[in-house]
C-alpha cells in the first residue's frame, strides 16, 4: 500500500486495477482525473480504505450497474466502514467480451474468470453458450484477462472483459457483447476524505438511512418526508445492517443539493425521527442532459431571485 500522500498539483487517484478495468477507462474519460497520478489497487476496499487512510486523496470505484444494481463492495464499505464523501459521479457505457488465449475456441472453455458483478451481467451468454462452465470470481475483470494470459494459461480457461485487456494482455476476443442487454452502463463515483461540491442546479444527494425500530410503517414515515417536500428519489435499496438478522437500513440517492434549504430540512427531518442517517455527499448528477439542465435552473434561479428581491423593495 502506498505511503502517507504528501501535498502536490497532481492528486493521487486510486482506481480498481490492474490495467485494463472497466474502472479505469472510465477514469481516463475525466481530463482532471486522468492528470493525476494513478494508483492501481487489487480491489474495491482497498480503493476506499486507501482514501480514509490518505494513501491518496481521490478513489474512484463503481456503485451501480443498470443490469445487476448497486456494487455491494462499494456501498457496504462506504455505508458501515468509511467517513468518505461523493464528490462526482461518471456513467460509462459497458461491454462485455469472452477473452481468450490464441487458439482456445468456446468447446474448450472450461471455467470463466471475472469480477462476480460482470459475470452477473453475463447470465444468459453463459448458460446458452457455456452452460456448465466454472465461473470463477476474481478482483476485477483486468485481473481475470492477466491470470488468463498467465497462471491460469492451460488452454480451458476464459475471462469475462473489456476489450481493451485483450490488447493490453495479449488475448483475442472470443465472443464481444455477451452482456444480458444491450444498454449495460456502469456508474462511477469519485470519493474523498472531505468536501462538498458547491451546487450546480443538477444535483445527487446520497444518503443512508437507520430505521430506529422495525415496525409496521417505518419506510411509509421515512418516504413521506420526501413526498411531502416533492423531492424525487431516484435510488431506494435496502441492504442488511450486518448488526443482526432482518436489520435493515436504506441507500437513498435523491434529486437536490444539502445547500437547498428544501433537502436540508428533508435531512433534518429525518435525522430526527430515525436511528440515524449517514450523509454521504451531494455532486453533480451525470448525463448527457446535465449541462443543460443546469444552465435552465441558474436561470430559473435567477428569474426567482429578481422577482424576490423586486417584493423585498416594496417593504416598509
Not at 472450461?110 to 462476480?116: A, E
Request: proline residues 5%.
Amino acid at each position: 500500500m502506498p505511503g502517507p500522500t504528501a501535498p502536490h498539483s497532481r492528486p493521487r487517484v486510486g482506481y480498481l486495477g490492474p490495467e485494463g478495468t472497466f474502472t479505469e477507462q472510465a477514469l481516463l474519460s475525466q481530463e482532471d482525473l486522468a492528470a493525476g497520478e494513478l494508483v492501481a489497487l487489487p480491489s474495491i476496499p482497498d480503493v476506499l480504505v486507501a482514501v480514509e487512510r490518505g494513501d491518496v486523496e481521490l478513489g474512484f470505484v463503481g456503485i451501480e450497474n443498470s443490469i445487476e444494481g448497486a456494487v455491494t463492495a462499494t456501498v457496504d464499505t462506504l455505508a458501515f466502514e468509511t467517513e468518505l464523501l461523493i464528490q462526482r459521479e461518471v456513467i460509462l457505457g459497458v461491454q462485455m467480451n469472452l477473452l481468450v488465449p490464441s487458439g482456445v475456441g468456446m468447446a474448450d472453455v472450461r471455467r470463466v474468470l471475472s469480477i462476480p458483478v460482470a459475470t452477473a451481467q453475463c447470465r444468459n451468454f453463459l448458460q446458452r453458450e457455456l452452460q456448465g462452465v466454472q465461473t470463477v470470481a476474481v478482483a476485477s475483470t483486468a485481473q481475470g484477462a492477466r491470470l488468463v494470459a498467465g497462471d491460469e494459461d492451460d488452454g480451458h480457461t476464459a475471462a469475462i472483459a473489456p476489450a481493451v485487456a485483450a490488447k493490453v494482455y495479449g488475448l483475442e476476443v472470443l465472443a464481444t457483447d455477451i452482456e444480458d442487454h444491450a444498454d449495460n452502463a456502469t456508474r462511477f463515483v469519485v470519493v474523498s476524505r472531505t468536501g462538498i461540491p458547491a451546487p450546480t442546479g443538477h444535483d445527487k444527494t446520497s444518503i443512508v438511512v437507520f430505521q430506529r425500530t422495525d415496525r409496521p410503517g417505518s419506510l411509509l414515515a421515512i418516504l413521506q418526508e420526501f413526498a411531502a417536500r416533492s423531492i424525487n428519489l431516484t435510488k431506494l435499496e435496502s441492504r442488511p445492517t450486518k448488526k443482526a438478522l432482518g436489520e435493515y437500513c436504506f441507500l437513498m440517492d435523491l434529486e437536490g443539493h444539502v445547500g437547498e434549504e428544501l433537502i436540508a430540512d428533508c435531512l433534518r427531518d429525518l435525522k430526527s425521527k430515525v436511528a440515524d442517517v449517514k450523509y454521504l455527499g451531494s455532486y453533480p448528477a451525470a448525463g448527457e442532459h446535465g449541462p443543460a439542465r443546469r444552465a435552465e435552473a441558474d436561470a430559473a434561479w435567477r428569474d426567482a431571485n429578481l422577482w424576490v428581491e423586486a417584493l423585498r423593495r416594496q417593504i416598509g
